[in-house]
């Protein structure tokens, strides 16, 4: 399919609209930019100047009908391919050379129904590894090295920080405070956080051996090995020749950070199939951060404490995106629950009211 000049000289302007004026991170673009070339690929590189509402209905059922290896797309992606459409053409359609062009009411035509956009939306529960598999994963490093020290402090920090793995690539010494075990996603010292704000985290006390971890790592790297406040807290693998062959052989960790997440997610995967445990993606220590600490939670003050040491503004986030159980724990808690009120019954609980009162407290002020 030949590319349209046309076509390429819009997107362009848009792209760099996106990134100048509305602040989009490089991700977000190019999840515009896909979801532009998917509509491309349907009009055959038409040029845009000719949408229209037979245009967009016709895109609708070809996106519905549209198969990758095999499958239909999941109702997640075609529901964002054309939520980014929408948003380009409402934009298009107010610039030179296309207001007479495009009408906004043939633009309205890319939307899905209600239904399609519930289920698109609607939070789904995901796996993710507790307290337990943690502490077997973490004892099951046998260290003996810089490398086996780094991935066990590596596998605690992931649960006790709870943040994204692109901030722990970034963080730094200068970072953390071990006295009140406190790190700081700060963006002035190279910290990648989401929407570049700046987040005080305070580790989850969910395990002293774990805790222990971390800290004899971050003392290692300060007092043995020499590093500096402004070197990874997490460094990258050095790899050294074999002397008197080709063979390159790990060699210990060196100043320098990650380049992305793929180093990460490589580490969990070889240390769980060396326990004989499953693998865990980086961020569901995130979400087993955040179900952990949810159930220490007695008070809505508290709820509102973990949610932002996790970098939420709005505590309903942490509640409805990340507080989705699975069935089997559902079962589970549900079993706890004493619904007959046996002897010993204290009646004790969060009322239903000051949780509601508390959500909308804190939603009115995000």
């Known amino acids: 399919m030949r590319a349209n000049p046309s076509n390429e000289k819009t997107k362009r302007r848009y792209f760099r609209w996106l990134k100048e004026a509305e602040g989009c991170t490089e991700s977000t673009i190019r999840s515009v930019e896909r979801a532009i070339c998917v509509f491309e690929d349907y009009t055959e590189s038409a040029d845009f100047k000719i949408f229209c509402e037979r245009q967009a209905t016709g895109f609708k059922r070809w996106l519905n009908e549209k198969r990758r290896s095999g499958k239909p797309l999941s109702t997640a992606t075609v529901y964002q391919t054309i939520r980014h459409l929408k948003v380009y053409f409402k934009w298009l359609a107010g610039q030179p050379g296309y207001k007479s062009q495009i009408s906004l009411d043939a633009v309205s035509y890319l939307s899905l129904d209600k239904k399609t956009v519930r289920a698109a939306l609607a939070p789904r529960p995901r796996k993710f590894p507790d307290l337990d598999y943690v502490i077997g994963l973490t004892g099951s490093i046998d260290v003996q090295n810089d490398i086996d020290q780094r991935d066990r402090a590596l596998v605690a920090f992931l649960l006790l920080a709870g943040m994204r793995y692109t901030a722990i690539c970034t963080l730094t010494l200068a970072c953390v405070e071990l006295d009140s075990l406190t790190v700081h996603q700060d963006p002035r010292l190279g910290v990648k956080?989401?929407?570049?704000?700046?987040?005080?985290?305070?580790?989850?006390?969910?395990?002293?051996?774990?805790?222990?971890?971390?800290?004899?790592?971050?003392?290692?790297?300060?007092?043995?090995?020499?590093?500096?406040?402004?070197?990874?807290?997490?460094?990258?693998?050095?790899?050294?020749?074999?002397?008197?062959?080709?063979?390159?052989?790990?060699?210990?960790?060196?100043?320098?950070?990650w380049s992305g997440g793929n180093a990460i997610r490589e580490i969990l995967r070889r240390r769980s199939l060396a326990a004989g445990l499953p693998y865990f993606a980086p961020h569901a220590f995130r979400r087993a951060a955040i179900q952990l600490a949810g159930r220490h939670c007695i008070t809505p003050e508290q709820y509102k404490a973990v949610s932002q040491n996790l970098g939420h503004k709005d505590v309903a986030t942490t509640l409805l995106t990340y507080g989705m159980l699975d069935s089997h724990k559902v079962g589970e808690v549900l079993g706890e629950i004493d619904f007959a009120n046996k002897p010993g019954f204290k009646g004790e609980g969060i009322p239903p009211g000051e949780v509601a009162q508390f959500l909308k407290k804190y939603q009115s002020k995000a």
């Open 193 to 257: 956080t989401k929407f570049g704000e700046s987040i005080t985290t305070r580790l989850f006390g969910f395990s002293d051996t774990l805790t222990e971890y971390v800290v004899s790592w971050v003392e290692y790297l300060s007092e043995t090995k020499g590093f500096q406040p402004t070197d990874p807290l997490f460094p990258k693998t050095k790899t050294g020749q074999v002397e008197g062959g080709y063979t390159f052989v790990a060699s210990g960790v060196e100043p320098v950070q």
